[in-house]
């Protein structure tokens, strides 16, 4: 009985392996869908790299070149904009810095609207630009870019602790490919900036104080500026003083004057001795005293001397000088 088991297994065996063929076997149902698997395409991928180059900005230039290297078209901006000092250290720009590149063949020129603005906030060592529009540089075309850094709208309490330092204005420039593709690359670029210190508010002009005057005539006038050196004292009045030229001396009282705006005195021959006889030019000197509110201040004489004289029998008043 044995001896025919082995033939019937293999009988099935053979058996089970065609039906395997045969069902493995494309036919009219499933030619189709694998002619449609063998058909599919996969989208190609575009790869490629933006050649842009930041050049003429070595030794620290306010303005630099851009060059596209790339084989297709190229836009750029700058992006963001930093402080460091000499030594390396980040440098927070004070409020209301304010970074301002131009581009083209005028971006150097004074009063060019700016193309690309950045406004220091404050607190942040980073300052984002304004503006995202970018600038297209062609191939072998290159651009000039211009920096000018502006401290007109800093408080001065801020401007002053950067006040003579040298700066290095760091710039973030971004460069973007154009059309389908989406390639993009940035570079640094590093200007010099040095903080001038704020100008110093002008002095208050002190209003100009009128010299003293004589005026010769048959009477001479005497007039006089006031400048209160007496701690403000209220002047109540006023003494004519006189003493010869020659001889120098003590101050004679000749008469009280009362205060007034003009502040200013009449002088007669009768005030002018010529001494006697052979003395007909004889020159003295004259003064005046303020005196002052009671209790207020002591007396002062003014440091302003008239010379005077009256010729002969004239009777004229002569002015031969002022010392202040």
């Given at each position: 009985m044995s001896q025919y088991r082995t033939p019937t297994a293999y009988v099935l065996g053979v058996l089970v392996l065609l039906a395997v063929i045969v069902l493995t076997t494309p036919n009219g149902g499933t030619h189709a869908r694998w002619s449609a698997t063998a058909q599919s395409e996969v989208p190609a991928m575009a790869t490629g790299r933006v050649g842009f180059e930041v050049g003429g900005a070595e030794g620290g230039a306010s303005s630099a070149t851009l060059t596209n290297t790339s084989g297709f078209g190229v836009e750029y901006r700058p992006r963001q904009v930093s402080l460091t000092g000499s030594d390396g250290e980040t440098v927070t720009p004070p409020p209301g810095l304010r970074f301002a590149y131009r581009t083209g063949a005028d971006c150097g020129t004074a009063g060019t609207p700016a193309r690309w603005t950045a406004v220091a906030a404050g607190g942040s060592a980073r300052v984002a630009v304004l503006e995202r529009t970018a600038a297209p540089l062609e191939r072998d075309r290159p651009a000039a870019l211009c920096l000018t850094v502006s401290t007109d709208g800093v408080p001065e309490d801020e401007l002053r602790p950067l006040a003579g330092r040298q700066l290095q204005v760091l710039t973030e420039l971004e460069a973007t490919s154009l059309g389908e593709g989406t390639w993009s690359t940035?570079?640094?670029?590093?200007?010099?900036?040095?903080?001038?210190?704020?100008?110093?508010?002008?002095?208050?002009?002190?209003?100009?104080?009128?010299?003293?005057?004589?005026?010769?005539?048959?009477?001479?006038?005497?007039s006089w500026p006031w400048s209160a050196t007496t701690d403000g004292a209220r002047v109540v009045g006023w003494e004519l003083l006189r003493r010869p030229q020659l001889t120098g001396g003590d101050w004679t009282v000749l008469r009280s004057v009362p205060e007034s705006p003009d502040r200013a005195v009449t002088v007669t021959a009768a005030d002018v001795p010529n001494g006697g006889a052979g003395k007909h030019n004889t020159v003295h000197e004259f003064a005046v005293r303020a005196h002052f509110a009671p209790g207020t201040a002591a007396p002062e004489t003014l440091p302003i001397v008239w010379a005077l004289k009256s010729p002969g029998e004239s009777r004229k008043i002569e002015c031969m000088g002022v010392r202040q």
């Amino acid at each position: 009985m044995s001896q025919y088991r082995t033939p019937t297994a293999y009988v099935l065996g053979v058996l089970v392996l065609l039906a395997v063929i045969v069902l493995t076997t494309p036919n009219g149902g499933t030619h189709a869908r694998w002619s449609a698997t063998a058909q599919s395409e996969v989208p190609a991928m575009a790869t490629g790299r933006v050649g842009f180059e930041v050049g003429g900005a070595e030794g620290g230039a306010s303005s630099a070149t851009l060059t596209n290297t790339s084989g297709f078209g190229v836009e750029y901006r700058p992006r963001q904009v930093s402080l460091t000092g000499s030594d390396g250290e980040t440098v927070t720009p004070p409020p209301g810095l304010r970074f301002a590149y131009r581009t083209g063949a005028d971006c150097g020129t004074a009063g060019t609207p700016a193309r690309w603005t950045a406004v220091a906030a404050g607190g942040s060592a980073r300052v984002a630009v304004l503006e995202r529009t970018a600038a297209p540089l062609e191939r072998d075309r290159p651009a000039a870019l211009c920096l000018t850094v502006s401290t007109d709208g800093v408080p001065e309490d801020e401007l002053r602790p950067l006040a003579g330092r040298q700066l290095q204005v760091l710039t973030e420039l971004e460069a973007t490919s154009l059309g389908e593709g989406t390639w993009s690359t940035t570079r640094s670029w590093t200007a010099p900036f040095t903080v001038e210190p704020p100008e110093a508010a002008p002095p208050a002009e002190t209003p100009a104080v009128p010299a003293a005057t004589c005026t010769p005539g048959l009477e001479g006038v005497l007039s006089w500026p006031w400048s209160a050196t007496t701690d403000g004292a209220r002047v109540v009045g006023w003494e004519l003083l006189r003493r010869p030229q020659l001889t120098g001396g003590d101050w004679t009282v000749l008469r009280s004057v009362p205060e007034s705006p003009d502040r200013a005195v009449t002088v007669t021959a009768a005030d002018v001795p010529n001494g006697g006889a052979g003395k007909h030019n004889t020159v003295h000197e004259f003064a005046v005293r303020a005196h002052f509110a009671p209790g207020t201040a002591a007396p002062e004489t003014l440091p302003i001397v008239w010379a005077l004289k009256s010729p002969g029998e004239s009777r004229k008043i002569e002015c031969m000088g002022v010392r202040q």
